[in-house]
């Protein structure tokens, strides 16, 4: 793979980019007959001058081309405006809640992936046994019943009628989030740096995956305090397991046949044949191999991180990024729901591009165009 | 092709048995197999006879869950030291395989693993038996892909396995096989996937290296071409059993199994008029799990008894090292002594 | 694999050994624990004075926040008839409604002045003729313009003749107006410590008339005032007001809040300003904190200068207001004692479940009220409608009248309530209001229902039943009607298709969606046949006349007026009863606006369903109920006690 294509991808992607922001200006007001409609709630219908003076004020008069040109040019400085629900930046109500929910689903996942690569892998070793059968039924299970439904009766049994968890938010009532942003936006940056660093050293493409999450990580237990990490920690304990019940499923489902696809194949008899020991097949080449599918998975669930889910997060009250689209939508806040929309879209291109990248290097028969 | 005496691998009442849903597939049934040291033995036989997993079983390979095997011994000869390898543990077959007994396979573009360099997987199995560092192996590594005819391996070295021809592929296996100048080389049908030129190649490379390490070479092989090339002694298989043995002058020249017989004649000669008719065996291998009663060859034998129906003959001396398994050699054959269970 | 299994374990373990002292050194006393905490599903999502998405946001606004009358209504009439005394042990005479037209005390902030001046006394309004400067100033601010007459965008129509203008005009800009003056209590201050006094009031109402943009929904009122000035050292403030309304008049005192000049003169576009993070206001509480839509936290003020008034029992210190969007949490936190009250409107058939099944949460209790929320039948009768009076061959007000005569709202106040619910008249007036419509004796008028005479009419007017039962429209053509509802009325529709097939009509359930209110507003294409629809009594006005069936000075129908009815009898009368500025009077004439609206069978009641409240008294008693109000509202704060 080499510069060009990189090179290529990237610019790519910012075509791409260019296309959802523009797209992003058009649909809407294709969809919504007036998009000053917000602003001028409230005002009777026969105050006309006082409708255009409104309309002026925020820039709705102006050909639509001109809008465009401006809405461009705050998008470049981060300016995506001020929502009408929260009367503030739409960039501060945003950023304020997606760490919240990525909280639940960077936990959620890490344990998952962990867990599913534990459990598939026993579970192909030891096909027919009780692991491997609890493995199938489990997956059918939890394909069948609905993650909210979970969410409820967990709730109702370990919250409420054993006292073990609490059932809302993500803090104890009545306290906030203390972080100390210039430390964690520090070693989030020299995280960032050491992946560069340590990519170009070892040139294993996996860095590019772990070493950004262990940053992060690092980052936020350096930043908050540790009570108030313990007290978060408290509080996701029983979201998180709602959400890993059922990812563990999949991940380990994955693993599982592609273990099983791979072991089958010829050059682990290859392996066993030098004499290499069972831990040396297993990792360097059985999983090796069968893992390279569930990197494709993880990169294409990227964007869902930052997403959060709608339902969880009305059940456990937890502070999330989910409803936030709900809302914007159904109260028609205009910017908050522009911003929301370029956001997942933003995420979504990003992970494909690094998901590719990151695939090419992990399989050499992917050709890179 | 010399005998210098000296036994490197023998193996006796090798046997090999799947457990499968629909019952006992019993793949190799009491196989014997002596190899002396640089010589090349074949193990022929058609597709589904169980020769593959005769080699798979010596090396112990086999996965043991569905596998179960037994033998009597295999006894495995290095140098001074003769190792049973039936009772081996796996942590001293982990230190026979590849470096004492190497094996490479069919396919060679399924048998190299795809995310790995060729280079590498070589290095894999040098640093594993010889504990080198990087370094080092990779300069043996080099070494190896010169010395199996790859051309430019310093730029190799960093090809991945679709990057390479079928052939290219089979010298890098060839190689990885002889990094650590085992003693015994199992091939399984080394040559079948590839074309004919390559073919003659890859062949001609193997005999060299038998020369130059006097290794033993067992070829396991459904192409009678390339026995006559190539082999010193040949077994031949069918159903799991040996049906005859014996040096590839005696086998080729003058067979006695009818089996051998239909093998050999149904080689096609170049020479041959388009007029004269294809010579088949008839009918086809049978399913393993339903062997037919007594002889199993016996429902394609042009010379079938009632005594071929009834039991399967024991495998006997011709004379000479020769052995064959066929009641029409058997003197008194009407007689209810000897057979094999 | 043995590796990673190790490390799973291992860190298993940890995370089993953690939890337990995680939980122990996390499990902080929640803060607040002596709060009143109030659950609610929508939490206040800014602290903007005006700008109020959720329904908590009035209440929060309440609360910081005064108004000039102050935001408490009079305690009403609750079960029992009981007597109330006033914290200082003052018993408390309800007011003649008769002679208090405002139907409101003077508030917390202590300003008299809402009623006509007695004779003698100092605050109150009375009449006076506007100075021909002032007047031609209203025109003007109202761009009430001789000669040119206004079109849609802006555009000239056509020119008018004095004549014509001074008629315009004076229906918009009366001659005589009404001064109203209010005294302030002093001691009165904002809770950051500075003095409150009228130029805060004169701040405010001109801020909001300057800023019409940004709290448009009360400055249309403030189009009608003119001047306000402080006289007195600051405690009198006088209004001039060019509208007779008493609707307007009432929206003025108790729906704006007074914001601090101190503050405020820094933010001079509210539109533009971010949220403000320390609002400062009058009000008894202060914020405390504010987790963004999930909790609100406010305090009582130390300095607030009415405390003692304020409270009966001991004072509530805090306040929390915290989210809960599922239901089923919330009734079980609430059984728990971890929220003393939820917010909103019960749902009849969750209140109907735990009013029969006790234990299934013991300590919940239930205040069912009657409430001003009218649910009702809106039949297309404008001209882009089907069933105007000229439609069907001059029949269309038959077909509608046969359907009124058929709902029976008894059964759906028994099926779909579960008894929460009470029946309403054509006239659209709850049976509690001062002005609703009575029979010849005086009771409360109800709705006819007589499933005979509804097909009797039918038959008469041609609608013949064919083969298959249903009837059919006089030319023949097979009728079908749509009603359009959104999910949660299905229910209610299946009831309502089920009573008109009696009178052999056949009625289709139609989903609305998200554009369900842009298919109904009349401007957008009046899509629908009939729609439920909800019609809301506030006490500031008679909102479901003018809105309803009015039209602006334009001539284009009003704002909810969905079916575009241009019915010129109804709108002189609402207009006529608008203007009344003598309650009683008014009463009278909004009950001739009912007697026509009701024989226009335009929209049709259905039922208005009882407000029920779901309350503890684990950690609060005292609770009142009041009619038209949740049971948590401005006198259950005042009465409110811990429970021991």
Redesign the interface.
Known sequence: MNTRYVVKRILYSFLILFIVITLNFFLPRLVFEDPAEPFLRGIPDDEFMLRNAVRKEFGFDKPVWVQFLVYLKKFVTFDFGTSYIYKQPVFKVMFDRIPWSMVLSVAGMLISIVAGIVWGATASTKRGKAVDNALLNYATITTAIPSFWVALVFVMLFAFAVPIFPYRGAMTDGYSLSINKAVFFGVAAGAVALTVVLYKLLKKPLIVFVTPLAGLIAAVFAAVPASDIADIAYHAALPLIVICLGSIVSYALMVRNSMIAVVNEDYILTARAKGLDKTRVLYGHTMRNALLPMVTSIGMSLAGIFGGSVLLEKIFTWPGMGTLLLEAQNIGDFQLAQAIMFFYSFITIFANLLTDFVYHKLDPRIKAE | MSRDGGITLCAAGLKAMFVTEAGFLKAVEGVDITIRKGECAALVGESGCGKSVTGLALMRLLQTPPALYTAQKILFFDGERATDLQTATEAEMLNVRGRKISMIFQDPSAALNPVMTVGRQIDEIIIRHYGLNKKEARSRTVGLLRSVGVPDPERRYFSFPHEMSGGLKQRVLIAIATACRPALMIADEPTTALDVTIQAQILRLLRDLQRENNMALLLITHDLGVVSHMADSVYVMYLGKIMEEGTTAEIIGAPLHPYTQGLIKAVPSLDDDSAVPLQQIPHNVPNPMKKPSGCSFHPRCAFCTGLCRAKMPPLIEYGGGRKVRCWRYIPDSSANGGGDD | ?????A??FS?AALFAAA?PA??L????????ADALKIGALDVP??L?PY?S?AGTSTLVAGMLYDTLLGSQSEPADYAGGEDYYFPDGEKYVPLDKKENPYMFTDGLVKVEGAYQKKDGGKYGWERYAADPDERRAMLQRK?IRKGVR?G???EEVFSETDAEFEARAELAVPKTWLKYTFGLVEGNTWNDGEVFNADDIKFTFDYIVKN??GV??IS?FLTNYVKSYSLDGGNTFDMHLSSQKLSDIKTICNSILILPEHIWKNYP?P?????LDNPVGTGAYKLE?F?????V?LKLRDDYAFKDKLFAKAPIERI?I?????I??QL??LN?GDIDVIWESLEASKAYLIGEKADLYPNIKLSSVEYDFITTLLINAGDKGRFGDDKFGGNGRALRQAVSLAVDQERLIRDVLYGGGTAVNGGLVSPGQPHALLDDRGDYLKKEFNIDRANAILDGAGFNKDGSGYRRAPDGSELTIDILAGIYSQRLVQALVEDFEKIGLRFEYRQGD?QTSQNVKY?KGANFDAYINSVVYASDRLLMFDARYGV???G?P??FNYSGIKDETLIDLIFDMDYETGIEEQYEKARAVQRYLEQLYLEIPLYSPNYISAYTEKNFKGWIKMTSNGIYNGASLRFLEKTA
């Open positions: 694999m043995k590796k990673l299994k490390i799973l860190l939890l995680g939980a050194s996390a499990c902080r006393k929640p803060q607040y999502k800014t903007m700008d998405i761009e206004l849609p965008k802006g019409r943009g448009s929904a249309t576009n539109m533009a300003v971010s949220n904190q987790n963004q839509s999930q909790s936290v929390m915290m989210r809960l969007e599922n089923e949490i079980t936190s728990k998200g401007e602006y000075e334009n284009s009003r704002l």
